[in-house]
C-alpha cells in the first residue's frame, strides 16, 4: 500500500508539474466540441441561460430576441448546429467553449455592405497580447497569477494553480469547521473569466460553481492543443479587455482597462500604454515624463486592485484603495520589477477621479436621423433599450444607401445659406428670402420598391434634433390630403363597379338609390347608357365628372355651417373636372367630391340611416337624438374638464366665478349647486365678498339662499339662471366633490345629465332642429367608415376630423404615411411593408451564430390595379401642366429621356383663430407652417419632402408648396445616379416593371 501511494503521489506531482496527462485527454476531448453553420433554423443548439456577459452580448437572449424578429417577419437563414459532443456538454450546464470577443457591439451596414453605424464596446481594447506594455502584465500576474506565463509549462493548465487551490480548500474546510485562519482564494485569471463571463450574477456562489469555473476554463484552454502558452497570453489579454470595473454616471457598465482608465480618471489609454511601454528603457527621463510614468502605473494598479470590490474602492473606499495602491507598489519595487525612480514617483502620485459636474462623459455616437430611425427600428423590433441594443453582438443590415444619405443630408444643411438657396432657385413669391433661410426644416425620405417591400434608401433632415418631422409628426400638410380623397373616390367607384357592371339595363335601372346619392347614382347611369363598362375606362370617366369651384355656398358640417375658399379667387367661377381639380389643387371641388363621399357612406350604411331625414317618425330619429346629446355633452365636458385641469379647487372656483357676470340671482343659484351643504352663513360671507358694492339684506339673502337650494331647479334651469353651460356647472361641482378623478370618471357619471342638458331636442316642434342635431351624428358615423377606407391605405392616426375640412388637410397626416399611400399606388394597389432593417446576423463566428432575413410576402391588396394606374396618371399631370410643373422634365433615364415623375402638393397654415359672430378673425395664432410634395420618380422610387417652420416665427412666411418642388429639383443632381435600373444598391429582386 505504501508502494502504491508513493507511486500515485509522484504521478501526481508529474501531472501538477507536466499537466501531460490533462493536456492529452481535454484537448482530444475539446476537439469533438465543434459547432458549424447551417442553413434554416438549428435542431441542435443551446443558449447560455445566465451569466452578464452572455446576457450583455444577447446570446443568453437569443431564443426570446428570434422569436420577436420571427413574428415580424423574418425567417431564420442560417444557424449554428452543435455536434453531439457539444450538445451534451452544453446539457450538463457547462458554458460553450469558444474563443470568446473582447470587442463587441451594434454594427449596422448600409445597402451596399458598407459600415453606416458602429458600437464597438469597449472602444478601445488591447487586439494582441504584444501590444500590451509588459509592465501592465507584470504588474497584473503578480497582482493576480504570477506564475500564468511561465515558459517551462508549455502544457500548464491556466484554470488551476495547485498550491492557490490546496490554500483555498484548506481555507474553506477551516470555516465548517469553525477554525480561525487567513481567508485564501483559488481563483485563477481563467476562471475570474468564466465567472464573470458566465456565472449567474458574475458570482461564486457554491463549491459546485468553482468546479465548473474551472473545469470550463480548462476545456478552454485545451481547446487549440495541449500547448496552452499562446492560450494563457490570450487569457492576460481578454482579462485586461474585459474586467468589470463597476457602472458610471452616463456611461454605465464599464469593462476593460481602457474603458476604466477612461471614465474613472479621464486618462488617455494610448499615451498610458507609450508611457508604460517605455518603462523598461534604459535611457534616462526627465522629471515631468517620470512623474506621468509613475501616474499610469498607480491608474494601472488602481483598477486592477479594485476589481475585487470594484462599487466600494470606486466610490466609498477609495481611501482604502490608496492605501492598497501603496503596498503594492512597494511590491513591484522589492520584488524588481520597478526601478526606485518609478517607486518614488508612483508613490509620490494620486489618482485624480473624474469630476462627474465639470467633465462629464462625452460619447461621440452618429446622430443622424436615418441611423436614428434604424437604431430606433432595432429597438422596437427586437423590444430591447438602445442601452442594450448598442451593446448585443449583431450585425444588422440596413436598407439605406449610406452615400446618398449623406450627400442629402449635406444638400438639406447647406440651404441654410442665402448664397446656396439662391443658387437653388428657392428665393422668390411663394418661397423664400434670403433672411430666413436658415429657419426652414426641411425633412426628405426616398423609397424604392421591391417585390418584398418598399426600401427606405433615405430618411433624413436638416435638424440634429431627436424630433422625426417624417414619422413623429401630426402635421396639417394641406392638399395632400386631396390625394386621400381621390384615392377614396376612386376606390367607391370601383366598388359600386363590381356591384353594377354585370346587371342587366333593367335591372340597374330597378336598383333604388336615394337622390343625394350622387357617386352611386352616376355609376348606374353610366352603365345604364351602355358606356363602356371596363373598369378603367369607368373610372377615366369619373375623373371627367365635374364640380363647382364656388366658394359662396355655405356647408353643413362639423355641427355647423361653414364656409371655404379656393386658393386664386379666378377658379371661383370655374365648373372643374376632377382631373383638373386635382392638377391645379382646387378646393372647392375637393370639398364637395368629399360631401359626396359622406352621403355616399351614409346611404350605404346598414339599414340606410340616410332615410332618418326623411321620415320624422320613424323609431330610429330619437335613437339619433339621444347620441347627438350624449356625443356633444362630452365635446363640452372635454373643453371644461381641460380648463380646470392641473388647477387646485379654489383656483377652479376661481376661474369660474372670474368668467361669470356676478349678480346676487346668479351667484346665489351658483353656490347652492356647488356647495349644496354649506350654511346660511357661509353663504351670506360668500355673496358678500363677491358683490361688496351690494347692500343686501338679511332677509334677501335668506330668500336667495332658500330660493335656490337643492332640489329646486334642475341643472339646466340651474345653468340658465348662472348663464353658464349646466354641463360646466356640473363638472365643477364634480371636480370639488372628486379631486383625484379622471376624465372617464367624470364622462361615466354624466351619463345622466348629458342627456337632461338636451332634453329639449325631445320636446322641440321643429323638425328642423332635429334634423340638423340627426345629420351630425349621421356625418360623425360616415366619418368612422370613411377612416377605416383610409386607415386601410395607411392612414395613421386613430380618428379623423369629422367635417368637410378633412378633404383640405384639417385631420392632420404624416409624410411617411403618404409616402406609403404613394408605394400602394406605385405597386398596382399592394400594401407592402416598409422595410428599413432586412437582415439580422446575431453572434457572428459564435456557436450561437443565426442569421435571419425579412421574410418574402406577396403584400395585402387594398386597391384595385386598374385605380392604382389611374391614380398614376392624375398625379403626373400635376407634373405636366399643374402645381408641380417646375419639376417637369428634370429627371431623365441613361438614354436622356425623361423619366414618369407624379406626385401630390400640399401646404399647411396651421393656426388657432377666434372669430367674431360675424365670421371675422378677432386674434390668430400660428403654430406652424408646412409645404409637403409626395411623389414617385421614375418606375421604382417615390418619397416625400417636406419644408416645416415651427412655432411662431410661422408667421412671417408666405411659402406654398413650390418651395418643396423647388428643393427637389435642385436634388436631381444628387439622386439622378440612383434613380437608373441596377443603381447604387443594385436591384433588390427581379420584379415586374409598372407603367405609369
Not at 115 to 133: E, G, K
Not at 293 to 320: C, E, N
Not at 604 to 610: E, I, K, L, S
Request: glycine share 8%.
Amino acid at each position: 500500500m505504501v508502494t502504491v501511494a508513493a507511486v500515485a503521489g509522484l504521478l501526481i506531482a508529474h501531472e501538477i508539474r507536466t499537466a501531460e496527462l490533462q493536456s492529452r485527454e481535454l484537448s482530444r476531448y475539446a476537439q469533438t466540441l465543434q459547432y458549424t453553420l447551417q442553413p434554416g433554423p438549428s435542431d441542435a443548439i443551446l443558449y447560455p441561460q445566465h451569466g452578464p456577459f452572455d446576457l450583455r452580448l444577447g446570446y443568453a437572449r437569443l431564443p426570446w430576441l428570434l422569436e420577436r424578429a420571427q413574428r415580424q417577419n423574418f425567417e431564420i437563414l442560417q444557424q449554428s448546429r452543435f455536434s453531439e459532443p457539444l450538445l451534451n456538454y452544453g446539457l450538463r450546464g457547462l458554458p460553450v467553449p469558444f474563443a470568446e470577443k473582447s470587442q463587441a457591439g451594434l454594427i449596422i451596414y448600409d445597402c451596399r455592405k458598407e459600415p453606416l453605424y458602429n458600437f464597438d464596446y469597449p472602444q478601445q481594447y488591447y487586439p494582441s497580447f504584444s501590444a500590451i506594455p509588459p509592465l501592465v502584465v507584470q504588474s497584473l500576474l503578480f497582482i493576480e497569477n504570477r506564475d500564468l506565463l511561465d515558459p517551462a509549462q508549455p502544457r500548464a493548465n491556466p484554470a488551476v494553480d495547485w498550491l492557490r487551490f490546496v490554500k483555498a480548500a484548506l481555507s474553506q474546510l477551516g470555516k465548517r469547521l469553525d477554525i480561525a485562519s487567513d481567508s485564501a482564494g483559488g481563483s485563477t485569471l481563467a476562471t475570474q473569466l468564466e465567472k464573470y463571463r458566465h456565472s449567474p450574477r458574475g458570482l461564486t456562489d457554491s463549491p459546485n460553481e468553482k468546479l465548473r469555473q474551472m473545469f470550463s476554463a480548462s476545456v478552454r484552454a485545451y481547446q487549440q492543443g495541449p500547448d496552452t502558452l499562446e492560450w494563457r497570453q490570450r487569457v492576460v489579454r481578454d482579462y485586461l479587455n474585459t474586467v468589470p470595473l463597476a457602472a458610471a454616471p452616463g456611461h454605465g457598465e464599464v469593462h476593460g482597462l481602457a474603458a476604466g482608465l477612461k471614465v474613472w480618471f479621464n486618462a488617455d489609454f494610448d499615451q498610458l500604454n507609450h508611457l508604460l511601454g517605455a518603462a523598461n528603457d534604459a535611457q534616462p527621463v526627465d522629471a515631468s515624463t517620470l512623474a506621468a510614468r509613475g501616474q499610469a502605473l498607480r491608474q494601472v494598479l488602481s483598477l486592477l486592485i479594485a476589481q475585487r470590490r470594484p462599487s466600494y474602492y470606486l466610490r466609498r473606499g477609495r481611501s482604502d484603495l490608496a492605501e492598497l495602491t501603496d503596498s503594492h507598489i512597494r511590491l513591484l519595487a522589492r520584488g524588481g520589477m520597478i526601478d526606485d525612480a518609478l517607486r518614488s514617483a508612483a508613490l509620490e502620485q494620486q489618482v485624480e477621479f473624474r469630476d462627474w459636474i465639470n467633465s462629464p462623459i462625452q460619447h461621440q455616437v452618429d446622430s443622424s436621423k436615418g441611423i436614428n430611425v434604424a437604431r430606433s427600428r432595432l429597438s422596437s423590433l427586437l423590444g430591447l433599450p438602445l442601452y442594450d441594443l448598442d451593446r448585443i453582438d449583431l450585425v444588422a443590415g440596413s436598407t439605406l444607401a449610406g452615400q446618398l444619405q449623406r450627400d442629402v443630408s449635406q444638400y438639406l444643411r447647406r440651404l441654410a445659406d442665402p448664397d446656396f438657396a439662391t443658387e437653388i432657385g428657392l428665393l422668390g413669391e411663394r418661397l423664400l428670402s434670403a433672411s430666413n433661410t436658415d429657419q426652414v426644416r426641411y425633412s426628405f425620405t426616398l423609397l424604392e420598391r421591391s417585390a418584398d417591400g418598399n426600401r427606405v434608401r433615405v430618411q433624413t433632415d436638416n435638424t440634429d434634433q431627436p424630433f422625426d418631422i417624417n414619422e413623429g409628426s401630426k402635421l396639417e400638410l394641406g392638399s395632400t390630403a386631396k390625394l386621400r380623397v381621390l384615392a377614396h373616390y376612386l376606390g367607391v367607384i370601383a366598388e359600386l363597379h363590381q356591384r353594377f357592371a354585370d346587371l342587366s339595363r333593367p335591372e340597374l335601372l330597378a336598383v333604388d338609390v336615394a337622390a343625394d346619392d350622387y357617386l352611386t347614382r352616376w355609376v348606374q347611369d353610366y352603365l345604364a347608357r351602355g358606356n363602356d363598362p371596363d373598369l378603367e375606362a369607368m373610372l377615366q370617366a369619373a375623373m371627367e365628372r365635374r364640380y363647382s369651384a364656388s366658394p359662396y355656398e355655405r356647408f353643413f358640417t362639423g355641427g355647423g355651417l361653414h364656409t371655404f375658399n379656393n386658393f386664386r379667387s379666378e377658379d371661383n367661377g370655374r365648373q372643374a373636372t376632377v382631373s383638373d381639380a386635382v392638377r391645379e389643387s382646387l378646393n372647392l371641388p375637393f370639398v364637395r367630391l368629399m360631401r359626396d363621399l359622406v352621403r355616399y357612406s351614409i346611404y350605404q350604411a346598414p339599414g340606410n340611416t340616410g332615410t332618418l331625414l326623411k321620415d320624422d317618425q320613424d323609431p330610429r330619429r330619437e335613437d339619433y337624438l339621444r347620441r347627438f346629446a350624449d356625443k356633444e355633452g362630452k365635446v363640452f365636458l372635454l373643453r371644461f374638464w381641460r380648463k380646470y385641469n392641473n388647477k387646485t379647487p379654489q383656483e377652479q372656483l376661481d376661474i369660474f366665478l372670474d368668467g361669470l357676470r356676478q349678480t346676487p340671482v346668479r351667484l346665489a343659484a351658483v353656490h347652492r349647486y356647488l356647495m349644496p351643504d354649506a350654511g346660511q352663513a357661509s353663504f351670506d360671507a360668500f355673496l358678500r365678498e363677491r358683490l361688496p358694492g351690494e347692500k343686501l339684506t338679511e332677509k334677501e339673502l335668506t330668500g336667495l339662499y332658500e330660493k335656490y337650494g337643492p332640489g329646486a331647479f334642475n341643472l339646466t334651469d340651474q345653468g340658465y339662471i348662472a348663464r353658464v353651460h349646466p354641463l360646466e356647472l356640473w363638472l365643477l361641482r364634480y371636480r370639488l366633490e372628486h379631486s383625484i378623478a379622471t376624465f372617464g370618471d367624470a364622462v361615466g357619471a354624466s351619463e345622466t345629465q348629458r342627456q337632461d342638458v338636451y332634453r329639449w331636442l325631445f320636446r322641440t316642434r321643429h323638425k328642423s332642429a332635429r334634423d340638423s342635431r340627426i345629420r351630425t351624428m349621421l356625418e360623425v358615423e360616415a366619418f368612422l367608415d370613411i377612416h377605416e377606407r383610409w386607415q386601410r391605405l395607411g392612414y395613421p392616426f386613430e380618428h379623423l376630423v369629422p367635417s368637410l375640412a378633412t378633404a383640405l388637410g384639417s385631420s392632420g397626416d404624416r409624410p411617411a404615411a403618404l409616402a406609403e399611400l404613394m408605394g400602394i399606388i406605385m405597386n398596382d394597389g399592394l400594401r407592402l411593408p416598409s422595410l428599413r432593417i432586412e437582415q439580422l446576423d446575431f453572434a457572428t463566428d459564435t456557436p450561437y451564430e443565426t442569421r435571419l432575413g425579412h421574410r418574402a410576402s406577396g403584400g395585402v391588396r387594398v386597391m384595385q390595379p386598374e385605380v392604382a394606374r389611374v391614380l398614376r396618371s392624375a398625379l403626373n399631370t400635376v407634373v405636366e401642366g399643374g402645381t408641380a410643373r417646375r419639376l417637369r422634365g428634370t429627371f431623365t433615364d441613361n438614354q436622356d429621356a425623361a423619366l414618369p415623375v407624379g406626385g401630390k402638393t400640399g401646404t399647411g397654415d396651421n393656426r388657432i383663430e377666434q372669430t367674431g359672430r360675424g365670421g371675422q378673425v378677432l386674434n390668430s395664432r400660428v403654430l406652424n407652417r408646412t409645404a409637403t410634395f409626395v411623389f414617385y420618380l421614375g418606375p421604382n422610387h417615390f418619397g416625400t419632402l417636406t419644408a416645416f417652420v415651427p412655432g411662431s416665427d410661422a408667421k412671417d412666411f408666405r411659402f406654398t408648396s413650390a418651395l418643396p418642388v423647388q428643393v427637389l429639383k435642385g436634388m436631381a443632381p444628387i439622386l439622378q445616379p440612383y434613380l437608373q435600373p441596377g443603381s447604387q444598391c443594385g436591384a433588390p429582386l427581379p420584379m415586374q416593371t409598372t407603367s405609369s
